[in-house]
Nanobody, 115 residues
Framework: VQLQASGGGLVQAGGSPRLSCAASQRPLSLNTMSWYRQAPGKQRELVASITTDTGNPNYMNSVKGRFTISRDNAKNTVYLQMDSLTPEDTAVYYC?????????WGQGTQVTVSS
């Protein structure tokens, strides 16, 4: 299983990019899709996650009301709609799928927010 993330780049503050992450095949018993981010000099942190069955989302406090996670189970794809970006959102964004046999990580996509 390989995950391919896309949609990052250089955006201005207040911008609204959308990240996508597609799996080459559906992991066995896939149950959760997540987005993490890692800023320079900081630890990787969980940004948002969503369950594959109910679609129940969870967000870190600093992105609540600005980011929206969604998924398309038929396409084995998870999305992260990011609105009202600030320079503090600058980071490499990684997707992660959790299945029965373990975790699968994407390669990361850089999001740089200019002020």
């Amino acid at each position: 299983v390989q995950l391919q993330a896309s949609g990052g780049g250089l955006v201005q503050a207040g911008g609204s990019p959308r990240l996508s992450c597609a799996a080459s095949q559906r992991p066995l018993s896939l149950n959760t899709m997540s987005w993490y981010r890692q800023a320079p000099g900081k630890q990787r942190e969980l940004v948002a996650s969503i369950t594959t069955d109910t679609g129940n989302p969870n967000y870190m406090n600093s992105v609540k009301g600005r980011f929206t996670i969604s998924r398309d189970n038929a396409k084995n794809t998870v999305y992260l709609q990011m609105d009202s970006l600030t320079p503090e959102d600058t980071a490499v964004y990684y997707c992660k799928f959790i299945g029965l046999l373990g975790d699968y990580w994407g390669q990361g996509t850089q999001v740089t927010v200019s002020s």
